[in-house]
T-cell receptor, first 114, second 111 residues
Framework: DTGVSQNPRHKITKRGQNVTFRCDPISEHNRLYWYRQTLGQGPEFLTY????????KSRLLSDRFSAERPKGSFSTLEIQRTEQGDSAMYLCASSLFWAIGELFFGEGSRLTVL | EDKVVQSPLSLVVHEGDTVTLNCSYE??????LLWYKQEKKAPTFLFMLTSSGIEKKSGRLSSILDKKELFSILNITATQTGDSAVYLC???????????FGEGTQLTVNP
């Protein structure tokens, strides 16, 4: 399968714990995005990378959230000291840098914070 | 801040009906408007529109953009049960970095 791959697919954690999600984009795609989606809402932008550079981060993103893309390939999204409000589907997407807007999404990592 | 409003939020139709989904937007430096289909998990790309009045078409789906009135419509003719999904509208700015999504329209097509 050459699509966007995310893991784990589901994560249940207790409030206050740290969690990390991984995203493997389509190999030739140099842009990688993280979005968060809650029930009944559209995806909300978190951050994006072009190659290994993090070029934009949402103003709404708490300092507890950090993302990396160390070698310009896979990316990780870490949430520290999780809160119940962090419960959501975390979607990763990738694209070619010139194909603005045409994103290929992974199936997401669902986080439940108890 | 960019804003996308979709209507209706929910729609139930019978197979064979034609539906029109609406999307209005406010964006500072408009670049493009996009439509995505989300069935269970991953949204999948349908259309990208950048110019007013030019219809994009793919099979039974078509979409058009009005940059003067700041809206777009997505039409689905002869609906099938497989069209049941959430349809998301999104906009990008000239910087092109992020998509701002609307809440989506939940379409249910009954046999």
């Amino acid at each position: 399968d050459t699509g966007v791959s995310q893991n784990p697919r589901h994560k249940i954690t207790k409030r206050g714990q740290n969690v990390t999600f991984r995203c493997d984009p389509i190999s030739e795609h140099n842009r990688l995005y993280w979005y968060r989606q809650t029930l009944g809402q559209g995806p909300e932008f978190l951050t994006y990378f072009q190659n290994e550079a993090q070029l934009e981060k949402s103003r709404l993103l708490s300092d507890r959230f950090s993302a990396e893309r160390p070698k310009g390939s896979f990316s990780t999204l870490e949430i520290q000291r999780t809160e119940q409000g962090d419960s959501a589907m975390y979607l990763c997407a990738s694209s070619l840098f010139w194909a603005i807007g045409e994103l290929f999404f992974g199936e997401g990592s669902r986080l439940t914070v108890l | 801040e960019d804003k996308v409003v979709q209507s209706p939020l929910s729609l139930v139709v019978h197979e064979g009906d034609t539906v029109t989904l609406n999307c209005s937007y406010e964006v500072t430096n408009f670049r493009s408007l996009l439509w995505y289909k989300q069935e269970k998990k991953a949204p999948t790309f349908l259309f990208m529109l950048t110019s007013s009045g030019i219809e994009k078409k793919s099979g039974r789906l078509s979409s058009i953009l009005d940059k003067k009135e700041l809206f777009s419509i997505l039409n689905i003719t002869a609906t099938q049960t497989g069209d049941s999904a959430v349809y998301l509208c999104a906009v990008t700015e000239t910087s092109g970095s992020r998509l701002t999504f609307g809440e989506g329209t939940q379409l249910t097509v009954n046999p």
